[in-house]
């Protein structure tokens, strides 16, 4: 007997022990059939009842995972938003116009968001 039958048995006459043991193989294949899973109610002479159905259990096909024609560590360009190769001329020339945007936006930042320069935040009053 498993483990987890025995609540059943302990519940049920010694004498209904088979009617018992039936029943919980006809819910067995009832489950295997459909896929519920249920909660059951037990009288002592061991009839089984179901109190409680599970909702339908979801199809296994509701997303099936289509592998891509060609590895990504074969062709880099298909796992980045980077094109295959930064062009060679004009490298240097991007990197400082992204530098100079960076200056920019970050002095605007410290502008906005940071304390004057001749205040300090430890003096108050007027003084």
Known sequence: MHPALR???DHVIPVFWPWLW???VRFALWHMRTGHDALLAVDCFGNIRIVRLSDEPKPDDLYTYE???MPRWERPALSSDLPDSLPVQGGGLLIRSLYGV???FYMVRERVRGPPLDHSPLRS???
Do not use: D, E
């Open 7 to 9: 609540p059943y048995y």
């Open 22 to 24: 039936l029943n919980l």
């Open 67 to 69: 592998a891509p024609l």
């Open 102 to 104: 960076y200056t920019v």
């Open 125 to 127: 009053g007027g003084r």
